[in-house]
């Protein structure tokens, strides 16, 4: 069973639909006993990682997440849900995360230019992975290969052991994460059509 994680931050029913393309049953828990017995885990989030952690502390979901990642069961992180395993985030202020992936995240810097033109912020849109390190979940992705981005923030791992890619934007910044069990993606998997997709089936054959 796959569960994806609902505290109210996430798009929730998108990812659900990505694992049906696939194949896979995925069902959308608020429950954090469904989440102690899952085989696989998601956690997907979209607005402020302030709200995000405080809801799932409301939820009671923070010692089942820490519990089953590390117990070794297969956990995917998605945007703002990859931010969250970090140890803190200067959005709003300073907060603190689950701590699972020591390091920050940061916002990207203003006055972000390529040839002469200024970046928006939030990053909005395509743009390419470039692997450091190739994880399960990321079989049969070739490098290069575009996937969908909306955050104007980002991740920087203390130990760059972790990271798995990386992607231009203004900066080069950590785009998704790779140890032991958790894997992460800034980026949607739900929305990046048939790159996205892979990785949704290659997570959900983890063994």
């Known amino acids: 069973m796959i569960a994806i994680i609902d505290y109210g931050m996430g798009n929730l029913r998108s990812v659900q639909k990505g694992f049906e393309k696939i194949g896979s049953e995925a069902i959308i828990t608020d429950d954090p006993k469904v989440v102690l017995r899952a085989e696989r885990i998601v956690l997907p989030g979209v607005g402020a990682f302030r709200d995000c952690m405080h809801n799932l502390e409301q939820g009671g979901f923070v010692e089942p997440i820490l519990k089953v990642i590390n117990e070794g069961r297969p956990f995917l992180g998605i945007c703002v849900g990859m931010q969250l395993l970090f140890t803190d985030s200067v959005e709003f202020g300073l907060y603190s995360g689950l701590n699972v992936i020591p390091g920050h995240v940061l916002r990207f810097p203003d006055q972000m230019t390529v040839a002469g033109e200024k970046l928006k912020v939030p990053q909005m849109g395509w743009n390419q992975l470039c692997f450091t390190r190739r994880p399960p979940a990321f079989n049969g992705i070739d490098d290069g290969s575009n996937v969908y981005f909306v955050h104007s923030y980002y991740v920087k791992p203390d130990d760059s052991s972790v990271v798995a890619t990386t992607t231009d934007y203004g900066i080069e910044f950590c ?3 790779w140890k032991d069990n958790v894997v992460a993606t800034q980026f949607h998997p739900e929305k990046s059509q048939a790159i996205g997709l892979q990785i949704l089936k ?6």
């Open 202 to 207: 290659n997570f959900a054959e983890l063994k």
């Open 175 to 177: 785009s998704s994460i």
